[in-house]
């Protein structure tokens, strides 16, 4: 069995991340969640000030810091994976409404972009990886050997996301706030003019909005076995 590279790429919110994680935990290769990265660099910005009070950022100073900012991953005491800013885990941080609202911004800049792009080659350069993101088969990885486009309905996407929060504990967002982020986000990640979101031509498509978790990894399982045979 050939080792590969798995681009995952699709809206946000459509469980994704699910999926590749639990491929990834199937068949021993490691995950990247890079929409986590994008997250990353979102709340550096925040510490560091470089957003005003009406969203703009100062773009100059970040572009200035980007090569200290160092993001990594590792398994939590509780099996699941967490993502590291520069040796601290920021995981929840990263999850909250406050960073989900400012980072499509921050990931639409040019400078961001190439420097998470080369973190993710550096990644995936001995394969064996499943990434999911919204460029990984576009722009990381045009070669990769199975690429998956994953979307569902926008209203499927909010529940599913506000559940998500629900479950944490704490959540002081509305079903239409979540859902109203849900179609910014999608807006701005088709729109922007550096990498937008869109199906690579050879990219497989699956709409998992009544599809079960179980149905939706056998899927993907049956399609990463055709992938893999020598
Ligand atoms: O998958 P997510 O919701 O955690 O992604 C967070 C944001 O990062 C989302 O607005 C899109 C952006 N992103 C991106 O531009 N490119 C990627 N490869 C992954 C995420």
Known sequence: MKKIIVAIDGHSSCGKSTMAKSLARRVGYTYVDTGAMYRAVTLFAIRNGFFSEDGTIDSASLAGKIKDIRISFKTGADGLQKTLLNG??????????????????????????????????????DKGVVMDGRDIGTVVYPDAELKIFVTASDEVRARRRFDELEAKGGNRSTYEDVLKNVRERDYIDSHREISPLRKADDALVLDNSDLTFEQQDEWLMSHFIAATAD
Do not use: C, H, N
């Open 88 to 125: 601290e885990t920021v995981e929840d941080e990263i999850r909250g409404m406050e960073v989900s609202g400012k980072v499509s911004p921050i990931s639409a800049l040019g400078f961001v972009r190439e420097a998470m792009v080369e973190q993710q080659r550096i990644m995936g350069r």
